[in-house]
């Protein structure tokens, strides 16, 4: 029953976006945390808009840098229902697992090299600058006045070390990578987070290419890998061990 509330909860909330890690725990608790509309927030690598789902208009977002061509349009955050019955699942008519927030929001990724996000609003076919954001600037070429957004700083890493340590310029880091089909489902799981399957997912950088960088304090951590859900050990760690039950798992020591 967890895992199916779980599977609900994403994807009333995420709908079809596909860059950003969407899946991760921090993302949804973030997304669910807005009671009204505000400012764009950083999230990772993206900038998170929100807007007013009120009399379900129709929002999306345009950017300068992009010469205003493209429109990314906003998709609803649902909330869960507090339930006070026990899930039926052989119920005829199960009960609502799922509200209407009455937000929206969009995850945009800003492409490199951006040192800002000047962007407007299209509100039911209508242009107009983010009600929530008072950063704004008039533009001397035209004379529209912008929204202001910052977007996420560089994280640029320094080196890599034995394939999976790295040292990021928020200190020490596990690096994993893994080699799959494009679009397969690639996690990682360990004693850095109670073995948990589903928290942190491998981004897909390049065709058939997944990588995370997990920021963790310096010591020695016990870890795998779940491709398509089954259980493997990192083909590029020769260190293992065997954990309680006889899996194998990779060990990797970080060193601050």
Same mark, same amino acid.
Request: cysteine-free; proline content about 8%; hydrophobic content about 40%.
């Given at each position: 029953?967890?895992?199916? /509330? /779980?599977?609900?909860l994403?994807?009333?909330?995420?709908?079809?976006?596909?860059?950003?890690?969407?899946?991760?725990?921090?993302?949804?608790?973030?997304?669910?945390?807005?009671?009204?509309?505000?400012?764009?927030v950083?999230?990772?690598?993206?900038v998170?808009?929100?807007?007013?789902?009120?009399?379900?208009?129709?929002?999306?977002?345009? /950017?300068?840098?992009? %010469?205003?061509?493209?429109?990314?349009?906003f998709?609803?955050?649902?909330? +869960?229902?507090?339930?006070?019955?026990?899930?039926?699942?052989?119920?005829?008519?199960?009960?609502?697992?799922?509200? %209407?927030?009455?937000?929206?929001?969009?995850?945009?990724?800003?492409?490199?090299?951006? *040192?800002?996000?000047? #962007?407007?609003?299209?509100?039911?076919?209508?242009?107009?600058?983010?009600?929530?954001?008072? &950063?704004?600037?008039?533009?001397?070429?035209?004379?529209?006045?912008?929204?202001?957004?910052p977007?996420?700083p560089?994280? &640029?890493?320094?080196?890599?070390?034995?394939?999976?340590?790295s040292?990021?310029?928020?200190?020490?880091?596990l #690096?994993?990578k893994?080699?799959?089909?494009?679009?397969?489902?690639?996690?990682?799981?360990?004693?850095?987070n109670?073995?948990?399957?589903?928290m942190?997912?491998?981004?897909?950088?390049?065709?058939? *290419? #997944?990588?995370?960088?997990? +920021?963790?304090?310096?010591?020695?951590y016990?870890?795998?890998?779940?491709?398509?859900?089954?259980?493997?050990?990192?083909? #590029?760690?020769?260190?293992k061990?065997?954990?309680?039950?006889?899996?194998?798992?990779?060990?990797v020591?970080?060193?601050?």
């Amino acid at each position: 029953m967890k895992k199916l /509330f /779980f599977f609900l909860l994403l994807n009333g909330i995420i709908g079809s976006l596909h860059a950003l890690d969407l899946q991760s725990y921090q993302l949804i608790d973030l997304l669910l945390s807005f009671d009204k509309p505000r400012a764009p927030v950083i999230f990772e690598d993206a900038v998170i808009f929100t807007s007013s789902a009120a009399r379900n208009r129709k929002v999306g977002v345009s /950017f300068a840098h992009e %010469d205003f061509r493209k429109i990314y349009w906003f998709k609803k955050i649902m909330s +869960p229902i507090e339930q006070t019955e026990p899930f039926n699942e052989k119920a005829k008519h199960p009960p609502e697992t799922l509200k %209407d927030s009455g937000i929206l929001f969009y995850a945009y990724e800003p492409p490199a090299g951006i *040192e800002s996000l000047e #962007y407007r609003l299209i509100v039911d076919g209508l242009w107009t600058t983010d009600p929530s954001n008072p &950063a704004r600037r008039t533009s001397f070429t035209s004379g529209i006045e912008l929204s202001l957004s910052p977007v996420p700083p560089a994280k &640029a890493l320094v080196d890599f070390r034995d394939g999976n340590q790295s040292v990021t310029n928020d200190g020490m880091a596990l #690096y994993v990578k893994y080699h799959a089909p494009s679009g397969d489902s690639v996690t990682v799981a360990g004693d850095f987070n109670r073995w948990d399957p589903f928290m942190y997912r491998l981004r897909e950088t390049r065709i058939g *290419e #997944y990588e995370l960088i997990l +920021p963790l304090p310096a010591g020695k951590y016990r870890y795998v890998i779940y491709h398509n859900g089954h259980q493997v050990v990192d083909p #590029y760690n020769p260190n293992k061990e065997y954990a309680p039950g006889g899996k194998v798992v990779n060990t990797v020591t970080l060193e601050g």
